[in-house]
């Protein structure tokens, strides 16, 4: 029988939970950060926690930027208990009533959100939606709020339909599959070396009720949760033989990947355990668990983030040891989770030839308590000596490729110059006038945010809907106005990218971009933030001051934003002066010298007009902190996909540029004349663009986050 593929299972939306508060007063605030689930909604996740399908990637500023100092005093003055936790404040639940609390601070306040969640009850909403519910209760003279006055937030009858189909999947894969120990030893032997799990033993899989769906030859990962810790989910796992020795993982969950907030592993661990060891994959959880004996759970995304809705299922434990995996992004991430932890109680494998991922270590038999003993703690000191950089230095040394950051699958020559896409970093990017700034900024982006770039993008010049037709557009590679049939195919696949748009639209104030681009780094571990374009924050009340101070300081505030957060930042900026017959300059930008010192890197796209080629662009690096290379090359484009391409081989050669960029475009100009001829003949046979990563060049097709190579 046809059986649920990665692709059918990725083809319903899940559907949300919600409900709603019934009190005097209406609930107004929409929850933090999110667009509106409705007005003051709050979520009752069931396990099937989801956003609305049209709304899960906006982010709006944060209502009031709520301090921890701010809740704690609104606690004190409604004499509210609470415990000082490592990410949350833990509180009594006030929807559970008070005789029949089984754990007494089971309500969880994030401390840097001040969203809240009941573990009892899985009711969740925003600090203002707390605040009302406690105000409801003291005007009533109650002191619980019955889970039952949440109403059940009406669902439309295709997110009903959506929701069932999704539990019936769950059910239906669940009950066909088979635990290990029921298979015949030799069937069990071969699918463990399909996945590498040889030394897993069925003892470990069947502790962690960990199956085989048979019809796909997919390891099966059970989510239980609730109070009742019942099946909200499952996710499937299959390898793929590559024909070399090595094996590729694909990854499909019901619910969906954005919507499945699993920590595999949690129902194992009992309320007394204090430690804990973090993973990245359900593999290496059953490694850790079964070699070292201590208690393990793995993220539900692999690295690439950290939910805040989990951090109280976190909160019991004194030491947890990061083990996310073997590289160098797994180390970063596993350095930023550290402080959404507390970095006081973490400590972090550093990858290595002696340390590879839990599953790798326990293949080569090597010793877990040491390596999670030898673990660095994560709290780090502000003057360290050469001793305590020293491994770090060799790791940089070792891993150059990965220490150049994460590699374009589309522009080959912005990686042969920038090496590749960095956290931390400032880029500056600027055109002239209509140039196409957004349009190639839009799928060099896309093509990070494909890669694993978590993305958020802020366009205060085009709508989202637009900017978003954009993406949409470049991301199929086809115009879907003419193919409408394929728009759900393409969308759903969309859906799964790691992208999030902000809410605004046109002048914005500094500090509430820098606010909201915050708060989203820390709800959804951005790696990337795209601001289109920095004149919408220079205001209008600055005119009389020196617009090129105001440039200064917020490209200053952008840049000390990208370094304390890890995040890497692009900045769209008009250029200062436009002269049609030459070519923009780094000084065509700036302010001040000062201003071009701030940015890592400066990008330009050149428009040069030409009469052959009318849509010709060339893009000019003009700086490159990492390594210093600059150069320019040339780039077409296509109208109908609106991307971006290096015109066919041979035609023009990246050039690194020793001299003036003048000089080098002018050249590009004269040989367009005589090869606009050969293109005409090379364009019939121009064959489609491929994606290259890793070893493979796969097809046109690209990747998606969701499913997650290694080996
Ligand atoms: N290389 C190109 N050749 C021709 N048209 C292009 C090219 N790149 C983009 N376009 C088209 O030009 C229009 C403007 O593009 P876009 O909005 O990206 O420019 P921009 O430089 O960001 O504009 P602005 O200066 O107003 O911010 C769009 O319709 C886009 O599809």
Partial sequence: ???????????????????????????????????????????????????????????????????????????????????????????????????????????????????????????????????????????????????RVLLGYPESVEEQEDREWELREVQRIWSSSVPFSDLPEDEAQLIKTMFQITKISNATLKRFGVRLFKPTKSLVFPWFGGPDSSLKGVKLLSAQSTGTDKVIYNEATVPKCNSYYNLFGLPLVGRMDAEVVLTGHELDTLAVSQAAGLPSVALPRGFSCLPPI?????????????????????????????????????????????????????DRGKNFGHIIKSSIPAAHKSIVSFKQLREDVYGELVNTEQVAGVKWGRFQELNRILKGHRKGELTVFTGPTGSGKTTFISEVALDLCMQGVNTLWGSFEINNVRLAKIMLTQFAMQRLEENLEQYDFWADKFEELALYFMTFHGQQNIKTVLDTMQHAVYLYDINHVIIDNLQFMMGQENLSVDKFAVQDHIIGAFRKFATNSSCHVTLVIHPRKEEDDRELQTASIFGSAKASQEADNVLILQEKKLVTCPGRRSLQVTKNRFDGDVGIFPLDFHKSSLTFAAPIKGRHKLRKLAGKPEDDEEEAGEKEVKEVKKEKAAKATKTPRSVKKGNETTPQTPQFPCVISFG
């Avoid at 709520?66 to 409604?78: A, E, S, V």
């Avoid at 590289?327 to 030839?353: F, M, N, T």
């Fill in 310 to 362: 989990l951090l109280p299922y976190l909160e019991q434990f004194k030491r947890v040891t990061l083990w996310l995996g073997d590289d160098i992004r797994s180390w970063e991430a596993s350095k930023i989770y550290s402080r959404k932890l507390g970095l006081r109680r973490c400590s972090l494998v550093r990858p290595g030839e002696s340390r590879p991922r839990p599953v790798e270590a326990l």
């Fill in 1 to 147: 029988p046809r059986v649920a593929t990665p692709r059918l299972l990725h083809q319903r939306p899940s559907p949300p939970l919600c409900a709603r508060l019934l009190t005097r007063r209406p609930l107004h605030r929409p929850p933090c950060g999110l667009e509106p689930r409705g007005e003051g909604y709050f979520l009752a996740h069931g396990g099937t926690r989801a956003f609305k399908k049209d709304a899960k990637s906006s982010v709006e500023a944060p209502v009031s930027p709520t301090t921890i100092t701010d809740i704690k005093q609104y606690l004190r003055t409604k004499e509210i208990p609470f415990h000082d936790g490592y990410s949350c404040l833990h509180t009594p639940s006030i929807f559970v009533e008070p005789s029949a609390r089984r754990d007494s601070f089971s309500l969880f306040v994030d401390k840097t959100t001040g969203q809240f969640l009941c573990k009892d009850t899985l009711v969740e909403g925003s600090w203002e939606d707390l605040q009302d519910c406690l105000e409801v209760m003291q005007k009533e003279e109650q002191d619980f709020l019955s889970p």
